[in-house]
């Protein structure tokens, strides 16, 4: 008898337990767009990304950052104190299987304004790149030049892109590791064509939350079979790098991406950012001398690396 009574119990307990975790999930959703929406408009303030009257063009490529980032610019236009249009853009650039009714379908469904321009750029590709080898630049300076083209045709003076935090990051290790340069993925730049300024509101965003933002949002992903498909590149060893780094070593990638905005030229060796050849005694004190003999700021006794944490959930 007390067995029936326990089961009893627990069948009328079991949807209070499904509405408490569905409250539970609903409130993470929430703190999650919450918190994109402070990063986006952070990095929109931080570097004065939109300004009043501007027209934006969002590059959408059917996969997860720009479906995020041109959901988060359609909630901060809402909520702005200025006024800015939106128009999303993809270019086709007619990858075999690729699905050319699932964006316009989307678009239309959250009713923004958009278009899709056709551009044969993969039989290009293909053409001039041996099998094996990297597309990724070629196929970057084409589609660079077409949206440049298109952004002049719908009078937008923004190009917005999505890469994220860890696009920056890995792009950083590339031309290091690769380049031999310091050479990041800046937030705002000055196209190649000296008519349009390049934007990343996503620049303070970390991959792992659009990659959950996309799976509450249910955006229609589409994969790119071009780029996609290449299993070896060298940008794909970099982000295995950082994500161990992020098991292993808490706060290593915040304390890597926050150097990227706190830099010495005077303890570098680059002769351009710095005069060198001047330099001569002083006789004053500077607080941001010579530091050659002090303790390594980075190295703690408990772990070896400073805890930085960026995001503070709301």
Same mark, same amino acid.
């Given at each position: 008898?007390?067995?029936?009574?326990?089961?009893? /119990?627990?069948?009328?307990?079991?949807?209070?337990?499904?509405?408490?975790?569905?409250?539970?999930? $609903?409130?993470?959703?929430?703190?999650?767009?919450?918190?994109?929406?402070?990063?986006?408009?952070?990095?929109?303030?931080?570097?004065?990304?939109?300004?009043?009257?501007?027209?934006?063009?969002?590059?959408?490529?059917?996969?997860?950052?720009? &479906?995020?980032?041109?959901?988060?610019?359609? %909630?901060?236009?809402?909520?702005?104190?200025?006024?800015?249009?939106?128009?999303?853009?993809?270019?086709?650039?007619?990858?075999?299987?690729? !699905?050319?009714?699932?964006?316009?379908?989307?678009? =239309?469904?959250?009713?923004?304004?958009?278009?899709?321009?056709?551009?044969? $750029?993969?039989?290009?590709?293909?053409?001039?790149? !041996?099998?094996?080898? /990297?597309?990724?630049?070629?196929?970057?300076?084409?589609?660079?030049?077409?949206?440049?083209?298109?952004?002049?045709?719908?009078?937008?003076?923004?190009?917005?892109?999505?890469?994220?935090?860890?696009?920056?990051?890995? $792009?950083?290790?590339?031309?290091?590791?690769?380049?031999?340069?310091?050479?990041?993925?800046?937030?705002?730049?000055?196209?190649?064509?000296?008519?349009?300024?390049?934007?990343?509101?996503?620049? &303070?965003?970390?991959?792992?939350? %659009?990659?959950?933002?996309?799976?509450?949002?249910?955006? !229609?992903?589409?994969?790119?079979?071009?780029?996609?498909?290449? =299993?070896?590149?060298?940008?794909?060893?970099?982000?295995?790098?950082?994500?161990?780094?992020?098991?292993?070593?808490?706060?290593?990638? =915040?304390?890597?991406?926050?150097?990227?905005?706190?830099?010495?030229?005077?303890?570098?060796?680059?002769?351009?950012?710095?005069?060198? /050849?001047?330099?001569?005694?002083?006789?004053?004190?500077?607080?941001?001398?010579?530091?050659?003999?002090?303790?390594?700021?980075?190295? %703690? !006794?408990?772990?070896?690396?400073?805890?930085?944490?960026?995001?503070?959930?709301?």
């Amino acid at each position: 008898m007390q067995a029936i009574n326990e089961s009893l /119990t627990a069948q009328a307990d079991a949807p209070a337990a499904v509405a408490k975790s569905q409250e539970k999930i $609903t409130y993470e959703n929430n703190k999650l767009h919450k918190r994109l929406c402070r990063q986006v408009g952070q990095a929109i303030g931080d570097f004065n990304m939109i300004e009043d009257g501007d027209k934006v063009m969002v590059c959408l490529s059917g996969g997860k950052d720009s &479906y995020a980032l041109l959901d988060i610019l359609m %909630t901060l236009r809402e909520r702005a104190p200025i006024h800015f249009d939106i128009v999303a853009v993809n270019l086709d650039q007619k990858q075999p299987n690729f !699905p050319a009714d699932v964006l316009p379908a989307y678009l =239309e469904k959250i009713g923004i304004p958009y278009h899709i321009e056709n551009q044969d $750029t993969y039989s290009i590709v293909k053409r001039l790149i !041996p099998e094996g080898k /990297t597309t990724c630049s070629l196929c970057s300076r084409l589609r660079r030049g077409i949206l440049y083209r298109v952004a002049d045709e719908l009078g937008a003076n923004k190009i917005a892109l999505g890469h994220h935090r860890d696009d920056i990051l890995e $792009t950083f290790f590339l031309n290091m590791f690769f380049g031999g340069k310091i050479k990041g993925m800046p937030a705002k730049l000055q196209s190649d064509d000296g008519k349009h300024i390049v934007i990343r509101p996503m620049a &303070y965003v970390k991959e792992a939350d %659009t990659e959950r933002y996309a799976q509450v949002k249910n955006f !229609p992903i589409i994969p790119c079979d071009l780029c996609g498909s290449q =299993e070896n590149l060298q940008r794909k060893q970099i982000k295995n790098l950082m994500r161990e780094w992020d098991k292993k070593y808490p706060g290593r990638v =915040e304390n890597i991406f926050s150097s990227l905005s706190t830099v010495v030229p005077s303890h570098l060796m680059d002769k351009n950012l710095f005069n060198f /050849t001047d330099l001569q005694i002083s006789g004053e004190a500077n607080p941001d001398g010579d530091i050659a003999f002090d303790e390594e700021p980075c190295a %703690t !006794p408990a772990s070896g690396v400073i805890q930085l944490h960026l995001d503070q959930d709301d």
